[in-house]
């Protein structure tokens, strides 16, 4: 299972840590994509970041949310929420981001079967599925635990395990472990 670090900038600070130890970590780590989330901070603060990330490294960089910051790294992360902001037909908030983006990196949150499902017949490269485990970032996931395995296999797109996830944790059917607090322990 390959790695997927989570940048929360507020989890950063919180933590104090430099973005420069968060990459060295993911370095150490072999990570192969980083997702940067950054819900407080003002746009220039957020392209400032993923330029800084982005000479640190070559490791694929997404932002969260931030379609219109796309430029900036090599892809996008949207969740439910989200697409349902860009429009009330969530194939159709597809189409859009996908407009937008081109050929970068495209992914979306799930959280169920019905998600799942209809992500299959979405132009994205891969799911977030989850919560896996409680998480202090979301407090209102859903923990999905022993089932997210048996959901990952409806999928027809590479699978992200999120919330709770640790550095160890071994997931059958997952592709990706999505992780973000336990970073912070190596």
């Not at 900038?9 to 192969?32: D, G, M, N, P």
């Not at 790294?73 to 859009?96: F, M, Y």
């Not at 996908?98 to 017949?121: M, P, Q």
């Not at 970032?137 to 089932?147: R, Y």
């Amino acid at each position: 299972m390959k790695l997927y670090a989570l940048l929360d900038y507020e989890t950063l600070v919180k933590k104090e840590w430099t973005i420069q130890r968060f990459i060295s970590t993911c370095k150490a780590l072999h990570v192969e994509i980083i997702q940067y989330r950054d819900k407080q901070g003002d746009k220039q603060r957020k392209i400032e970041n993923l330029k800084l990330i982005k000479s640190l490294c070559d490791i694929s960089l997404l932002i969260n949310d931030r379609v219109d910051l796309v430029e900036f790294c090599d892809g996008v992360h949207v969740g439910q929420e989200d697409l349902k902001n860009i429009s009330t037909c969530k194939q159709k908030a597809i189409v859009n981001i996908r407009k937008k983006i081109g050929r970068k990196i495209l992914g979306i949150s799930t959280h169920n079967k019905e998600e799942i499902l209809e992500a299959n017949n979405f132009d994205i490269d891969y799911i977030g599925l989850g919560a896996y485990r409680a998480t202090s970032t979301k407090n209102d996931a859903s923990v999905l635990k022993e089932s997210l395995s048996g959901l990952a296999r409806l999928s027809f797109k590479p699978v992200g395990a999120i919330g709770g996830v640790r550095v160890n944790d071994e997931i059958d059917g997952v592709s990706f472990a999505v992780v973000g607090t336990d970073l912070y322990e190596y």
